[in-house]
């Protein structure tokens, strides 16, 4: 259905009445809606094909077998929604149920709970901000439905439109892991089961982005150049720090959900353009800025959910995610090792592959603001420039490190060296989002126009002349061409010319020999470089920021001090906002508890005069 | 681009930009290497050795180490890919190459990042540590080299309206004044360090050195031997070229042929020859005079040329 509506143009509606009390059920697709349905479904299917032959996780208990269709079709309905009401409901039943997907292996791991805790408190959070910015916007204007509230809120005063804007935008930005509200996705990514964090990554945090859209140039119909500013800068930041912890990460789930941060960022980014060029009259470049956000974001769900899912085929095969632990896995995995690869070459941005097209559009739209008199665009554009560069260049260094230690070399690990391939409905389901990268970074036509119409209905924008010229992308009235299937036709054809002239120049044999080692007897996993080892250089240049620990425990042997036993060391890298922002507020919370808990003490005179007291104050202020 | 280019001549063109950056990449490390010698007072070797050392590679046996996959062969055929498909479709020679529409600065900065991912790849494929040593240092100057990079592809495609290739350098053959303006000087500052941090020359990586600890790229390349070697050669040397060429021609754009013919096209040849050479020499006395810099110093100096670029970019708001 989402398919009909997103290229026919036709909005799907359903209205009952009776379904909730006191008020309707309302769901109304649109063509911007209908594209998150759209991915939301490739996704899931891809997931539960994956679900058949995954096990482990607790997955296939009865409450999760229950709850894992709820939470997709809530995902599938969050789109939909055209009241306050429903949407609300559907956010939360989503929320609730992904919050128990995550929460099904807590029996065996005790990270689990805590994973499970720093999810709900994160979700509900920005669940009460949502609630209260958008009952402030429809009590404003009088009404919970979508269209009257699209109607009535540009007439509305600024500060209820800003208040408004930030409350929702504070609460969708907790749901797509925006820094600085991300702090669940790198612990709760990688405690789901497989499924449950590809759907998470790929198809949940989206519905963050739809939101703040949908409500800031949907509903409020676009707004202040500073509301802009503000999404470009939470764009940037969580480009940046995503990025630079996905590059430090050594746990292969953590770093993708490090990673989804990242990407987040850069469809922030986009947007956050795309209101700058529309708050100030640039509508052509708002548009392109737009479709860019949305295609990376389409593009984004299909190779992340691609990565999340080989990387659970990864971890049913070894028994493990962490980087040091793994090695040598392409030539154990002959499928899921290949589509790995692919998902991290498509979102290091590597031509001819889906990442590239997006990235260079958003460049584009970057470019084409330039030169300009308006001093924010003129500063914005090639800062957010800079952003894009250092967060691709980290992206490409994170996923070479991931391939690189994790995929090729010797295994590191018994679990890894005795790795084989994974059932066919896995590899094939991973294999399928891969194959899809390929596909539409060849040949983007396929989905760019469904962009254009989706970013055409929530900014009313309608450009006469698409984006997509058969085989190359163009930019309505602006120079620029891309033609992405001529450039894999160019590569494939001189790797082939090259590998033949390789071949005609030494037909024989490749002698296998053992590796150059400066004299060692024999080469074992332990002389190989690990993540770590690969990162340092990195977490070295980035020291201010990543406050890396290290801690290093020498033995020494019994009879002399100058022998040592053994030496081991530790280094961990922690969060920067968790430190410095969620533990001071976490101990500020307990001791502001332990201080009101004096207040009640039990005595029930007491809790009377609080009563008298506060009816005196009531009537006061009403007086 | 008013002439019109029959489609042989741009075929015809393309295939020449293709040959002359194999031959001539290889050469330009020999006048390099040749430049450096004389200044330390040595007479060095012919300017053809970087050919004839290739010649030698080509015709010894392929070695594998025994634990790679095949991730290890297919990276130098990547890597040499990724530089043909960037000296086909960019204005070497003239102002209208073979799918010169296509010829976006931005996809041409990505297929570069393509051949040094899967060069970073091949070198882990090995699972020794000079391999990930090398790849590791080498991934971590390609993701600090990346802002300074693109915003500088950013100034200079700004005044264009366009990151098209041609466009850019036809429009500066038409305004000429732009040449001399402060972004222009900025943004060439900025592209040199990128380009010495990309190609991996002083002073960010030594290409001669023999020990291993300090190296970046040979450290990567270490397994490689035969004809594998010669591919990586090969390429890093027409890297090098392509670099220099469109260095040249973005800065100092005279000479290339706007027009076809036999003539403007023998022009352009000797024109970008001599741009070329001019370049390496500058380059390579530039590199007999400074010292390789210690491994973390190289961030502060990217972290200059990113600086630069944005001067580059936000000085076109005050001098238009």
């Not at chain 2, 990586?232 to 754009?253: D, G, Q, Y």
Request: net charge positive.
């Amino acid at each position: 259905m989402g398919a009909d509506v997103l290229y026919s143009g036709r909005p799907a509606v359903v209205d009952t009445g009776d379904l909730m009390p006191l008020s309707t059920f309302a769901l109304d697709l649109n063509r911007f809606g209908a594209l998150f349905v759209v991915i939301t479904a490739v996704v899931g299917l891809c997931a539960m094909v994956f679900r058949l032959g995954y096990s482990g996780h607790g997955l296939s208990s009865r409450t999760a077998s229950v709850i894992l269709p709820l939470f997709v079709t809530s995902l599938l309905l969050v789109p939909a929604a055209s009241n306050v009401t429903t949407f609300l409901f559907l956010w939360e039943l989503m929320a609730i149920t992904s919050l128990f997907l995550v929460l099904t292996d807590h029996r065996q791991r005790a990270e689990v709970q805590v994973a499970g805790q720093w999810y709900a408190v994160m979700t509900q959070f920005g669940a009460a901000t949502l609630i209260l910015g958008l009952v402030l916007l429809s009590t404003r204007c009088g009404g919970q439905s979508f269209s009257v509230m699209a109607h009535r809120a540009p007439h509305l005063p600024a500060w209820v439109r800003s208040a408004t804007f930030v409350l929702t935008m504070v609460g969708f930005a907790s749901k797509a892991g925006v820094v600085p509200l991300h702090v669940w996705l790198p612990r709760a990514h990688p405690e789901a089961p497989g499924p449950v964090s590809a759907l998470m990554s790929a198809a949940m945090v989206n519905l963050g982005v739809y939101g703040i859209i949908r409500v800031g140039m949907d509903l409020l119909g676009g707004g202040p150049t500073w509301w802009w500013i503000m999404i470009m800068a939470l764009g940037g930041l969580s480009a940046m720090f995503g990025s630079l912890h996905a590059a430090t990460s050594n746990d292969l789930k953590r770093l993708l959900a490090y990673s989804t941060t990242d990407n987040i960022g850069l469809m922030l980014l986009g947007v956050g353009a795309s209101g700058l060029f529309a708050s100030t009259g640039h509508r052509t470049l708002a548009l392109l800025a737009l479709v860019a956000a949305l295609l990376h974001l389409v593009f984004h769900s299909i190779f992340k959910g691609s990565l999340f899912l080989s990387a659970s085929s990864i971890q049913q095969a070894t028994g493990s995610t962490d980087l040091d632990g793994l090695g040598g896995l392409l030539r154990r995995m002959p499928v899921s090792g290949p589509v790995f690869l692919l998902g991290g070459a498509a979102i290091s941005a590597l031509p001819p592959l889906s990442g590239f097209v997006s990235e260079w559009l958003l460049l584009q739209s970057m470019l084409h603001g330039l030169p300009s008199t308006n001093v924010s665009i003129a500063l914005a554009m090639p800062i957010g420039v800079g952003v894009l560069a250092l967060t691709g260049g980290l992206t490409a260094f994170t996923f070479v490190k991931a391939i690189g230690i994790g995929l090729l070399g010797l295994p590191r690990t018994v679990g890894a060296e005795r790795a084989t391939e994974v059932r066919r409905s896995m590899w094939a389901a991973a294999g399928l989002l891969a194959g899809l990268c390929v596909v539409l970074g060849v040949a983007p036509f396929l989905v760019v126009p469904a962009v254009l119409n989706a970013a055409g209905d929530v900014t009313r924008i309608h450009q006469g002349s698409t984006l997509a010229h058969g085989w190359q992308i163009g930019l309505p009235g602006l120079p620029g061409t891309l033609a992405p299937g001529l450039l894999a036709l160019g590569l494939a054809a001189f790797v082939g010319l090259v590998a033949l002239a390789r071949r005609l120049i030494h037909p024989g044999p490749v002698r296998l020999a053992e590796a150059w080692g400066c004299g060692r007897e024999e080469q074992s996993a332990q002389m190989e470089y690990t993540a770590t080892s690969f990162g340092e250089p990195l977490t070295r240049v980035f020291e201010d920021v990543l406050n890396p620990s290290r801690d290093i425990d020498v033995s020494h042997i019994a009879e002399s001090r100058y022998y040592t036993e053994a030496a081991v060391i530790h280094t961990s890298l922690e969060d920067a906002f968790e430190r410095r922002l969620y533990r001071p507020a976490d101990r500020s919370l307990r001791r502001w508890g332990a201080a009101a808990r004096l207040v009640p003490n039990g005595s029930v005179h007491r809790y009377l005069a609080f009563g008298l007291v506060a009816l005196i104050i009531v009537l006061v202020v009403l007086a | 681009m008013s002439a019109h280019w029959p489609a042989v001549s741009v075929v015809a063109v393309s295939v020449l930009q293709l040959i002359l950056v194999m031959l001539g990449g290889p050469l330009l490390l020999g006048l390099m290497r040749k430049v450096r010698c004389r200044m330390e007072g040595r007479v060095g070797p012919p300017l053809r050795q970087p050919l004839l050392d290739l010649r030698k590679l080509a015709r010894r046996e392929r070695i594998r180490p025994e634990h790679a996959s095949w991730v290890f062969p297919f990276a130098p055929v990547a890597l040499a890919a990724t530089t043909l498909v960037v000296a086909t479709v960019t204005p070497l020679l003239t102002t209208h190459p073979l799918f010169g529409w296509s010829a976006d600065l931005f996809a041409v900065v990505f297929l570069f990042l393509l051949g040094s991912v899967s060069l970073a790849l091949g070198s882990l494929d090995t699972g020794t540590a000079f391999g990930g040593m090398g790849a590791s240092r080498a991934m971590t100057i390609g993701a600090l080299t990346e802002p300074a990079l693109l915003v500088a592809v950013l100034a200079l495609s700004v005044p264009a309206h366009s990151s098209n290739l041609p466009a850019i350098i036809t429009r500066s053959l038409a305004h000429p004044a732009w040449l001399a303006t402060p972004q222009r000087v900025l943004a060439l500052v900025a592209f040199l360090i990128v380009i010495i941090a990309e190609s991996g020359r002083l002073p960010v990586d030594n290409p001669a050195t023999h020990l291993e600890l300090t190296m970046i790229h040979e450290a990567m390349v270490l397994e490689y031997a035969g004809p594998d070697l010669a591919l990586v050669k090969m390429a890093e040397s027409m890297r090098l070229a392509v670099l220099f060429t469109l260095l040249a021609n973005l800065f100092v754009p005279w000479g290339i042929a706007t027009a076809p013919g036999p003539l403007h096209l023998a022009l352009a040849i000797g024109a970008t020859a001599g741009k070329v050479a001019a370049l390496g020499t500058a380059m390579a006395a530039f590199e007999v005079t400074v010292a390789k810099l210690r491994l973390f110093r190289v961030p502060e100096l990217l972290a200059g040329a990113f600086v630069l670029a944005v001067l580059a970019v936000l000085s076109a708001l005050v001098v238009p």
